[in-house]
């Protein structure tokens, strides 16, 4: 079975600073995508960036972007110039590349990110 | 674009008793799944839906939850009976088809808590 590990519960930023949510997973499998959500209080989760695991190419959107380390099976998020609301838990998941068979998401236990202004 | 919706937004029950929640996806939007978010902890799948059909249910405690979509739209997943363990946000995302990179939109989530 996959597993995700966020091994940061909080972490603590302050404002226009870069901070960096790690994330590591255990699979198997060679074709996968992972997923960095975020999850604003008593608000709806969305996504912020996916990394397909045969691209080599770190993902970025924007202020944020991914380091993947595909061998050691890591997946940071990089948030450039934070603002306060960035401020939110944030989920590490993943997903199999299934062929369009089951193909939900296995998340991390979050990190919860604060924005000292 | 209309998000998905799910209501109600916040339960409570008594332990044993049942409860029922609902889920309409995004138009057009023929994936479906549930999820479980205990505090403290990430969401972790219940159930996926293609359509009206379960694509996978290995996660889903089937002594006391069930779910359906019928006419592969609106969904509802039932408890009964609720056990204390059972408190959580239960989110309900969708996405337009299956397919690993596809996106999934979530719902705002109804949280449930047991006495």
């Known amino acids: 079975a996959q597993t995700v590990t966020q091994s940061q519960p909080e972490m603590s930023v302050q404002e226009a600073e870069t901070v960096t949510l790690s994330c590591t997973y255990d699979t198997s499998e060679s074709d996968y995508y992972l997923f960095w959500y975020k999850q604003p209080p008593s608000r709806q989760m969305i996504l912020v960036i996916r990394q397909e695991a045969y691209k080599q190419q770190n993902a970025t959107e924007n202020r944020f972007s991914v380091n993947f380390q595909k061998a050691a099976k890591s997946f940071s998020l990089k948030i450039s110039d934070s603002q306060l609301g960035d401020a939110a838990m944030y989920f590490c998941a993943y997903r199999i590349h299934s062929g369009g068979g089951a193909d939900g998401l296995t998340f991390g236990k979050g990190t919860h990110l604060i924005i000292q202004p | 674009e209309a998000g998905v919706a799910q209501s109600p937004r916040y339960k409570i029950i008594e332990k044993r008793q049942s409860v029922a929640f609902w889920c309409n996806p995004i138009s057009g939007h023929a994936t479906l799944y549930w999820y479980q978010q205990i505090l403290g902890q990430g969401p972790k799948l219940l159930i996926q839906f293609q359509n009206n059909g379960v694509v996978d249910d290995s996660q889903l405690p089937k002594d006391r939850f069930s779910a359906e979509r019928l006419k592969g739209v609106d969904s509802t997943l039932k408890i009964q009976p609720a056990k204390l363990e059972d408190s959580a946000v239960y989110l309900c995302?969708?996405?337009?088809?299956?397919?690993?990179?596809?996106?999934?939109?979530f719902g705002p989530g109804t949280r449930l808590t047991v006495l």
């Open positions: 995302a969708s996405s337009h088809r299956r397919g690993s990179g596809n996106e999934q939109f």
